[in-house]
């Protein structure tokens, strides 16, 4: 009864796996049916709208503008940097800003080039929420900030864009998920489960077989050579990423 439910009411992508029957007359090799179903699939396979413009608070009446310091870019993303779904997804190499551009394309292209019979798309990132703006030209300077042009959404290092699960290989979408990193404006590659369980064990294994023992943590955090002199408080406040993350 349950897999009969889940059949006319549950996910499109459930609804494939379970109806494994064909209706022809003739004989075909089906796969069997998976002895544990997936759990937490989204109720649609494809990725859905992003709403570019955010709700103004209730107790402002327009929404606050903010500095255009690349604050929210710096360092590298603790939480955000792993697959739920332990398949396939797209991970930023450097910090940017995602506009609803990117957005657009990155949806359109999933949504065109994936079979999403066969699989799924989430996003990872949040809608656009940091107001953006511009001074016109021939403008006096030194008036403040000028109106909200458009929102961006900031992307750190290691952050996971979208996620792409279902039945299809990697080697498959590698191919298709490519351009789809290509088309947003700051490095990004596709990755999968065992490629990040491959980096991880590649960087554990460096720290331990690393003899030496003046590293770039140790040196900022014992102040070694005086070096508080001309750090900056981003190389302190990430001395643990290395030199090249501030």
């Known amino acids: ?22 209706a022809e007359r003739t004989t075909r090799d089906l796969p069997p049916l998976p002895k544990v179903l997936p759990t937490g699939l989204p109720l649609s396979n494809e990725l859905p709208e992003v709403k570019m413009i955010p709700d103004t608070p209730t107790n402002l009446n327009q929404y606050p503008n903010m500095s255009r310091r690349m604050l929210e870019c710096r360092g ?16 930023a190499l450097a910090p940017g800003l995602m506009t609803e551009s990117h957005f657009n394309t990155m949806r ?51 952050r996971i864009i979208i996620e792409v699960g ?51 943590e140790y040196l900022i955090r014992n102040n070694v050579l005086k070096c508080h002199r001309t750090a900056s408080m981003y190389d302190i406040e990430f001395a643990r990423f290395g030199p090249k993350i501030r």
């Open 76 to 91: 590298v993303e603790t939480i955000h940097n792993k697959l739920i779904h332990k398949q396939y997804g797209i991970m």
């Open 1 to 22: 009864m349950a897999c009969r439910t889940l059949a006319k009411n549950g996910p499109p992508l459930l609804q494939a796996i379970i109806h494994t029957r064909s």
């Open 108 to 158: 359109n292209m999933t949504n065109k080039r994936i079979d999403m019979t066969r699989c799924f798309a989430i996003w990872r990132v949040d809608p656009p929420w940091k107001p953006w703006y511009f001074h016109g030209l021939n403008k006096k300077r030194g008036t403040g900030k000028g109106s909200i042009d458009f929102f961006v959404t900031p992307v750190k290092i290691n």
């Open 166 to 216: 279902g039945t299809i290989p990697f080697e498959q979408l590698y191919r298709t998920l490519l351009p789809i990193a290509e088309s947003l404006p700051f490095p990004a590659i596709p990755v999968s489960q065992e490629l990040l369980d491959k980096f991880e064990k590649e960087r554990n294994e460096i720290e331990e077989k690393n003899l030496n023992p003046l590293r770039w």
